[in-house]
């Protein structure tokens, strides 16, 4: 049975650090684009990071730029996103998902979800 299990969230004081890992099971992460999405309540799904399959290529919002690194370790079947300087309206339920193809920005392209973590920034 496929999974995808996000971790590491919390609550951070503005300007620290998380790393949250998106671990997959029953498939084998390598052959998908990993993408992160983060969403607030009332709010649409925002993209906001993917890293390709193939070369390993990273791609970001504007919002997170400069800020988030994406990453992925295909021998531990885990995708990573690490977050710093980490403002208030970084706060959300992130999300990974998975996708074929180039890099998509639109959830709809993504066939596979996690149950999502939440990340809580606030003093």
């Known amino acids: 049975q496929r999974q995808l299990v996000e971790s590491g969230g919390g609550l951070v004081q503005p300007g620290g650090s998380l790393r949250l890992s998106c671990a997959a099971s029953?498939?084998?992460?390598?052959?998908?684009?990993i993408g992160w999405f983060r969403q607030t309540p009332g709010k649409e799904r925002e993209w906001v990071s993917c890293?390709?399959?193939?070369?390993?290529?990273?791609y970001y919002a504007d919002s997170v730029k400069g800020r988030f690194t994406i990453a992925r370790d295909n021998a531990k079947n885990t995708g990573y996103l690490q977050m710093s300087s980490l403002k208030r309206e970084d706060t959300a339920n992130y999300y990974c998902?998975?996708?074929?193809?180039?890099?998509?920005?639109?959830?709809?392209?993504?066939?596979?979800w996690g149950q999502g973590t939440q990340v809580t920034v606030s003093s």
């Open positions: 890293i390709s399959s193939v070369h390993d290529r990273s």
């Open positions: 029953g498939f084998s992460l390598e052959y998908y684009n």
């Open positions: 998902a998975i996708s074929d193809g180039n890099c998509p920005k639109g959830e709809y392209e993504y066939d596979f």
